[in-house]
T-cell receptor, first 118, second 112 residues
């Protein structure tokens, strides 16, 4: 069974600085997706960034980038130039890509609460 | 438009009530999902609909009954709930079961 682990329950960062959130996962699959979702107090889960396992290049979306290490099964999120609006709970998630039992199920980590200090 | 709309935003119901949660998307997505989320925990998958057919039920109690009337709508019918069912219920959709999911804002359900 696939599992996702986020070992940092809480993190804090000063506004305008950089922070990295950690995520590791375990799977026997070779083809899958990894995601980072953000959930602010407004409750909506917002997709921040996605990475396809077959792509070696790390995904980037504006101030958000990932460090994807497939062999180490590591998928960290770097937030540059942190803003007050980045304060939220961040979830790392895994989804298998293909297969007869590809139900679309997202497997989430336990989440990391990010505080941004002004 | 990447919007998934859920109604109502808040719901308080008694243990003998029957109520329904509604979810709508107009992105042409063919997979839709219900998740349950407790405070400070990750969402837990309840149901998956693919092409309007129920493809996964994660051993959810029968007091939760999903329905997919068409490709844009997803309902969750609630009956005889327990206080421990109080949670945030999130709906999501994706182009297919292999693509990224987009979530609605959720319904905060309180069972009294």
């Amino acid at each position: 069974a696939q599992t996702v682990t986020q070992s940092q329950p809480e993190m804090s960062v000063q506004e305008a600085e950089t922070v990295t959130l950690s995520c590791t996962y375990d799977t026997s699959e070779s083809d899958y997706y990894l995601f980072w979702y953000k959930q602010p107090p407004s409750r909506q889960m917002i997709l921040v960034i996605r990475q396809e396992a077959y792509k070696q290049q790390n995904a980037t979306e504006n101030r958000f980038s990932v460090n994807f290490q497939k062999a180490a099964k590591s998928f960290s999120l770097k937030i540059s130039d942190s803003q007050l609006g980045d304060a939220a709970m961040y979830f790392c998630a895994y989804r298998r890509r293909w297969g007869s039992s590809n139900t679309g199920k997202l497997i989430f980590g336990q989440g990391t609460t990010l505080q941004v200090k002004p | 438009d990447t919007e998934v709309t859920q109604t109502p935003k808040h719901l308080v119901m008694g243990m003998t009530n029957k109520k329904s949660l509604k979810c709508e998307q107009h992105m042409g997505h063919r997979a839709m999902y219900w998740y349950k989320q407790k405070a400070k925990k990750p969402p837990e998958l309840m149901f998956v609909y693919s092409y309007e057919k129920l493809s996964i039920n994660e051993s959810v109690p029968s007091r939760f009954s999903p329905e997919c009337p068409n490709s844009s709508l997803l309902n969750l019918h609630l009956h005889a709930l327990q206080p421990e069912d109080s949670a945030l219920y999130l709906c999501a959709s994706s182009q297919d079961t292999g693509a990224e999911a987009f979530f609605g804002q959720g319904t905060r359900l309180t069972v009294v």
